[in-house]
């Protein structure tokens, strides 16, 4: 059993930064590839970035590419997310998520359906 807590969002104007960061709990945690999701009012769910269980490998969506960078630190069990150079189609609720199954590589974008642990979300406002 995974649980994860995000932190971090907030408030910004455009072309700040600001850093996410998912506290896991559970002894597989470092097991499992993590990823970044948004969601912005009357839009789907997206992933933005994810990260293997080694960190070894990574995925942006375009939206994002050159501005945000995941990360993880297995030994404390987080994951981050830097934002940089924010706009204001960034606004949205943040959601850290663990796949179902552990050793999984990153080699695209993460579905909804193979997460089967979320954080319960934080919402990132950038203000043009």
């Not at 002894?27 to 970035?49: D, L, T, Y």
């Not at 590419?65 to 993880?72: C, E, L, M």
């Not at 949205?92 to 695209?108: D, K």
């Amino acid at each position: 059993q995974v649980q994860l807590v995000e932190s971090g969002g907030g408030l910004v104007q455009a072309g700040g930064s600001l850093r996410l960061a998912c506290a896991g709990s559970g002894r597989s945690f470092s097991m499992h590839a993590m990823g970044w999701f948004r969601q912005a009012p009357g839009k789907e769910r997206e992933c933005v970035a994810a990260i293997s269980w080694t960190g070894g490998s990574t995925y942006y969506a375009d939206s994002v590419k050159g501005r945000f960078t995941i990360s993880r630190d297995n030994a404390k069990n987080t994951v981050y997310l830097q934002m940089n150079s924010l706009k204001p189609e960034d606004t949205a609720v943040y959601y850290c998520a663990a796949t179902f199954e552990t050793g999984t590589v990153v080699t695209g974008p993460l579905s909804s359906w193979s997460m089967g642990y979320w954080g319960k979300g934080t919402l990132v406002t950038v203000s043009s």
